[in-house]
Each structure stands twice: as structure tokens, then as C-alpha cells.
């Protein structure tokens, strides 16, 4: 996969932490070119741009970006292109957040704010970076999006919606840029352990470290997958999401998890 990867320039958004910050130090140990982390974290993106920086000097730009402003993600995305000698062959909508509350509590707000951060962040990074694209005759878009998509579970409705919503919109815009050779692929990256789990009390035993996860994704990339499925539950998942025969069996189990996180007894 080093040649899909070599002197290319990426850029990662929500790249300080996580899956982002191991796609972007991958990319690296791959060959790119350059490599932009774009976060909100300007603590986190200050360090791991430094740390980076001294391992593969020069190749590393971190621009402090909030991917719910328009303006933000289009200021970020030409500075990258600057960086870039006006290159850009891959970008990661990777920012997102967990968004956890029981339905009843959600505000509108709240609901505003999930799709900006986890739906348009996405799409203003797609929007402006399409004319870099096309002027150079292609580039690969990958969106991240959950397995939540194939399982919505109780007290996750933002994350469901705003996810499921990403998702339908890569798919429908992989077949409209197809044949300008921009390749739109969607991330379901696994359960993977990062700060995303602080505040659901830490991440489950089964999860992934972030390295394994960005070595799933950038394979993924390579063979240019339609949706990148990292793990094999999360395979499972997508199999019988829609499935007529397991239908019932879904049931039990999404009531299950719901029961058992409105009694408490299972942290999100
Ligand atoms: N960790 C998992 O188990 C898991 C599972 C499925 C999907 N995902 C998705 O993977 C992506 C990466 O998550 P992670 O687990 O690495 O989490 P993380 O919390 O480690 O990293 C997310 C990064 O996004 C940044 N960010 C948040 N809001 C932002 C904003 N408005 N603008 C710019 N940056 C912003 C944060 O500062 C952080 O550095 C997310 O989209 C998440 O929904 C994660």
C-alpha cells in the first residue's frame, strides 16, 4: 500500500488525537509528502505537530481549524494547499464527537450542533476542497462514520442521525465524482481506544488500538473500498443491519443495550 501513499499530501482533520493523530503519523512512515493536522486542540495539535515534526522534519503542518465554521475549514484547507506546493490527493473528515443524551434531553441546539460538527464539518471539507481535486485530476475523500450506522442504540439519536447522514452522502457523491477520478470512501474505523471513550468512563476491553485501526483505514484506502470497514464485528453489524431474517434478533439485542443503559447498568 506504499505506493498509494508515497509523496502524497494528506490532510487529517481532528488529526491531534486518536485515529486521526495514527492516520496522520502512518501517512508519514508511508511516504507522504506532507501531511496537515487540522484540530480545535490547539494544545494537542502544538505537541504531536512538534513531535512529528522532529521525526519527519518539515513534512508537518498543524492548523488549528473548528470544522462546525465554514470559514474555518476553507481558511485551513487553502493554507494546507499552500503547504502542499497546491497539492492536496487526500483528505480525512475525521473530526467528530460522541455526542451522548437521552433523546428527551436534547435540545435543539444540541441537535444543531451534532450536524455541524459531525455531518457539515464533513461537507464544507469537501466543498472546498473539490476545486484542488479536480484542478489536478483527482484525489480520495474518506469520511469517517461509526458502526452505530448499522446498530443505533439508545441515548446515541445525534450520533446515529449525524453518522447515518454521512454515510448517504459519501455514497451518493462516490458515483457523481467517479469519473473525475476524486474517490469518495466511507471509514467505519472498529470500536477503537481513544479520548472519544473519557467520558463513557474509558473504552471497552474488545477495542483497537488507533494504530490498527488507521492501518485498516489506509489499506482500505488503497484498494479504494466503498465503505472501509476496520473490524469484524462491525462486518457483522453491516451484514445484518438490513436483514429481514435477523430482524428479530436485532430487536432483543439494541432493546437489551437500551434497557441496560436506562437502568445504568452499562456505560455508553
Ligand atoms: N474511537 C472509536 O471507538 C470510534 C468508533 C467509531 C467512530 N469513531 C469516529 O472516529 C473519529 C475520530 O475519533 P477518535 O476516537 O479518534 O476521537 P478523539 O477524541 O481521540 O479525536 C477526535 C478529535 O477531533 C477533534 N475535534 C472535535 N471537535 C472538533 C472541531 N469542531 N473541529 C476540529 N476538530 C475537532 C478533537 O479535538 C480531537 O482531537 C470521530 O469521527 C469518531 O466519531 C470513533
Redo the contacts with the bound molecule.
Sequence with gaps: MKEYYENKVGVV??G?????LALCEMLLSLGAKAVIM????AE?LKAETKRLNDIYPGKVLGIQ????KKESVFSMIEKAAEFGSGRIDLLFN?????LVKPFDETTDEDWKFAFD??FY?ALYGIQAVLPIMRGQGGGHIAN????IVFAPMAFQSMYSAT?SALVGLTGSLRYEFWDENIRFSTVI????A????DKAGG?PES?IT?EESARGILKGLAENERVIIVTDPDREGAINAFRPEVARGMDEYLLNVARQRKSGKAAI
Design positions: 482533520t481532528g491531534a488525537s486518536g485515529i486521526g487540522a484540530d480545535l486542540n494537542k481549524t473548528d470544522v462546525t475525521n473530526a467528530g464527537l460522541g460538527v459531525n464539518g469517517t462514520a461509526s458502526g453518522k474505523p472498529g470500536t477503537v481513544t479520548p472519544i471513550w473504552p477495542a488507533p
